[in-house]
């Protein structure tokens, strides 16, 4: 056993794969990161816009004009899943795990999940949830 | 007759092949090598405009409107000017001016080229010009009375 141990031949093939293999593990995680990175941008920018129309699409025009602004809260909430759920793409899934809100001043916070499917998917049924939190606010007073 | 045996002997004569070898060897490693530089800019610079597309879209997305002379100085900042022959095309449904109501949809289309340079002769150049094409869509977050 000790004279295997000892025995040299072949260390060069088994240092090649050694090193090829560490090779292919940080390549696979630098893209797997990187793919992640842009799928989660996706997907932030997506329920960014949601919450952003949400709030503008509720806005009480009554008193905008005296520039008060009041904000829908309950119809805002059921706006955001809506527009989230129309805007996300195929393959996409998210969770609303609390949606916040204030008439005065008007804004909006929707906290959740969201899941996309992972770059290697295709080697194995695999995909990544991450956390959000979209927040918005409207201030627009111009009569817009 | 003797002019061919000279040249038979010539041919035949091995003498300095290594050298011969290693020009055209290196010729061809200077040829691979420029090939992976050039692919690899352009892969740089449609990433780019990618970048550039997703950052004009944002833009109309946020102002619910479509300024050219601002989306002209967007790209600019953004290194637009440094692609050949860039322009923006926005499809939208206005519903005035070049306003886009709350939750309608348009596109962003980027067109530009990279030239790349095959050859020079003096002041005359041989150039490919690569075509660049980003389209993406984006919907207005404003509402516009």
């Known amino acids: ?144 | 007759m003797a002019v061919s045996r000279k040249l038979s002997k010539v041919l035949r004569d091995r003498k300095g092949d290594a050298a011969i070898e290693f020009i055209m060897v290196t010729a061809m490693l200077i040829l691979v090598f420029s090939v992976l530089v050039t692919a690899l800019v352009y892969v740089t610079q449609v990433y780019n405009a990618s970048y550039i597309t997703r950052r004009v879209v944002r833009q109309i997305e946020t102002t619910g409107e479509y300024n050219e002379h601002t989306v002209q100085t967007l790209v600019n900042e953004l290194g637009g000017d440094a692609l050949s022959g860039v322009k923006i095309q926005v499809e939208a449904g206005y519903c005035s001016g070049k306003k886009i109501q709350l939750r309608d949809s348009f596109s962003v289309t980027l067109t530009a080229n990279y030239p790349v340079r095959i050859v020079q002769f003096g002041s005359s150049v041989i150039s490919l010009d690569l075509p660049i094409q980003i389209r993406l869509a984006g919907r207005s977050e404003v509402y516009w009375k």
């Open chain 1, 1 to 144: 056993m000790r004279r295997l141990l000892r025995d040299r031949t072949g260390s060069a093939t088994i240092l090649f794969f050694g090193l090829f293999f560490a090779l292919m593990l940080f390549s696979f995680l630098v893209l797997e990161m990187g793919g992640t990175m842009e799928h989660y941008d996706r997907a932030q920018t997506i329920l960014q816009r949601s919450v952003n129309s949400a709030v503008e699409a509720n806005m009480d025009e009554r008193y905008r004009a005296d520039r008060v602004l009041r904000l829908n809260v309950e119809a805002a909430k059921a706006s955001f899943a809506a527009f989230a759920a129309e805007d996300m793409p195929e393959g996409y899934t998210f969770t609303v795990q609390s949606v916040t809100g204030t008439a005065d001043p008007p804004m909006l916070t929707a906290k959740g999940t969201v899941t996309f499917p992972a770059l290697f998917s295709p080697f194995g049924d695999r995909s990544i949830t991450v956390g959000y939190t979209v927040r918005a606010a409207n201030f627009a007073v111009d009569g817009r």
